[in-house]
């Protein structure tokens, strides 16, 4: 997917939500605690499971999403 080996989707792990390698970390999860304020170092402490590599790519995956075009639809009038 795009250069994303950290992102994966399993069903059964978190709902088949985007998550850090298979582990029940999601990258909503990440990319909220750096909305928050924490830094990639703070966060890796935090979860020490995690490498500061993980937290990139969970940005760059959120980053990726926010690109995606938005068609609005203009009101019909008849």
Do not use: K
């Not at 080996?5 to 909503?28: H, K, L, P, W, Y």
């Not at 499971?49 to 008849?78: G, K, M, N």
């Amino acid at each position: 997917m795009l250069g994303f080996d950290r992102i994966a989707f399993d069903q059964n792990v978190m709902g088949g939500r985007a998550c850090i390698r298979e582990m029940r970390v999601t990258v909503s999860l990440i990319v909220n605690l750096v909305a928050n304020g924490m830094g990639i170092e703070e966060i890796v402490e935090a979860y020490p499971y995690l490498a500061a590599a993980d937290v990139r790519q969970a940005l760059r995956y959120a980053a990726w999403l926010a690109e995606e075009s938005v068609h609005t639809w203009e009101p019909v009038i008849a």
